[in-house]
């Protein structure tokens, strides 16, 4: 039995929720809360083992709440519930270890079919909103492209190649292995052998302390 924490302050969603998902075999809804706050101790008292999140709600957002579940409750899995994708959004709720999102208009069953994804650890990205975590991407791999190039040219002797790039821009982001493979397409695989070169590359391999080095040099 799946244990599931419904959080939005629109109270016909939450109920709406409830209705869709309890009336599914092997799922079970333990709670329902309005805000951030009132999610994250619901969570610690009941564990849930998944948390539908609302973004934008009134006392704590969604984000903060998400944050604060995964840090004290890290086996909670944590679904953003979104009717848009909004860049400072996405990259915030990925960043601070969000689980996936789901759209408020994605029909009953793919809603069903997307927590038990969750359940067998899949990262849940909607194709509208993996195409903006892309798009966003891009932009940020470009804006620190030419500063990872300039500390190379100048002093450090550091050279990445361009998917090493990226990859450091989600590493320097906070991301996961999981997340970094999902964001970009690749098995995790795939994310842990180019993490390997870039640990390699930079003399450690220590992931804080190759996240602190990386900081170092797109600061510079």
Same mark, same amino acid.
């Given at each position: ?39 994250? @101790? ?136 999981? @997340? ?27 992931? @804080? ?12």
């Amino acid at each position: 039995m799946i244990s599931i924490l419904i959080t939005d302050d629109q109270r016909l969603l939450r109920e709406g929720l409830q209705t869709i998902l309890q009336a599914e075999e092997g799922l079970n809804i333990v709670g329902l809360c309005e805000n951030g706050l009132e999610a994250l @101790q619901t969570a610690k008292a009941c564990r849930p083992d998944v948390v539908l999140m609302d973004i934008k709600m009134p006392i704590m957002d969604g984000i903060e709440a998400m944050k604060q579940i995964k840090r004290e409750l890290p086996g909670t899995i944590v679904l953003m519930l979104t009717t848009f994708a909004e860049d400072r959004f996405i990259v915030d709720a990925m960043a601070g270890g969000a689980d996936g999102f789901l759209l408020k208009d994605m029909p009953s069953k793919l809603i069903v079919q997307t927590i038990h994804e969750a359940m067998n650890g899949d990262v849940i990205l909607p194709a509208q909103i993996a195409s903006r975590i892309a798009a966003k991407l891009s932009v940020l791999s470009n804006e620190r492209a030419d500063t990872l190039d300039e500390v190379k040219l100048k002093k450090s002797g550091y050279s990445f190649t361009e998917r090493e790039r990226k990859i450091i821009v989600l590493l320097v982001e906070g991301y996961s292995n999981r @997340q970094i493979s999902s964001t970009l397409f690749m098995s995790e695989g795939t994310v842990r052998n180019y993490i390997s070169v870039i640990y390699n590359k930079l003399g450690t391999s220590d992931r @804080q302390a190759a996240i602190l080095i990386l900081k170092g040099l797109l600061l510079e």
